[in-house]
């Protein structure tokens, strides 16, 4: 922040909600740090958990304690409360790259320009700045939150995976239920 505040304890005051200081509060401040650093980079609350916070609950479902802060929680004020304009960028910027290695042609989002130029992606960030993406290639990849269904003929089966931000589920329905 420009004032020298110290964004990491800004952030840790968003997330416990009563005032955070390093001196005081060192731990939690921490926590604040590992938000900012991780979570701007779209880190979502399983990823979080595994990375910073073994130590807290991913959701509401593993703590008797409603007033526990959970990793979901911390993504959720991170996304809607401190950083709200954040998530818009990295849509803007995935959307402008996705274009441009589609049709080719230059696009820009965020003062971020997007080109092709003998087979790399170029970002051109607004010091004038140049970042180098090789090869790009357009892939569909199943969302992490797709549900997936096949059946199987010979049992009589309907299997259904759901991937979810805590790993996979697997599901199995006999035709006759």
């Known amino acids: 922040m420009a004032s020298g505040a110290d964004v990491y304890c800004d952030m840790a005051t968003d997330i416990y909600k009563h005032p955070v200081t390093a001196k005081e509060h060192p731990e939690k401040r921490q926590t604040g740090k590992n938000s900012v650093l991780g979570l701007g980079f779209q880190m979502g609350p399983a990823k979080f958990q595994w990375k910073y916070a073994q130590n807290m609950p991913l959701d509401g479902t593993e703590t008797n304690d409603p007033n526990e802060i959970t990793c979901r929680e911390v993504v959720r004020v991170y996304r809607k409360e401190w950083a709200p304009r954040v998530p818009y960028l990295w849509y803007g910027l995935q959307g402008a790259s996705l274009k441009t290695v589609q049709t080719g042609s230059p696009h820009e989002s965020y003062g971020v320009v997007y080109r092709m130029v003998d087979g790399w992606l170029t970002a051109t960030v607004p010091t ?27 049992q009589d089966v309907v299997h259904v995976e759901k991937r979810t931000d805590t790993g996979l589920m697997r599901f199995s329905f006999s035709a006759a239920c």
């Open 128 to 154: 004038g700045g140049v970042i180098w993406y090789y090869n790009p290639r357009v892939v569909r990849m199943p969302k992490p939150w797709a549900v997936e269904e096949w059946e199987d003929p010979d």
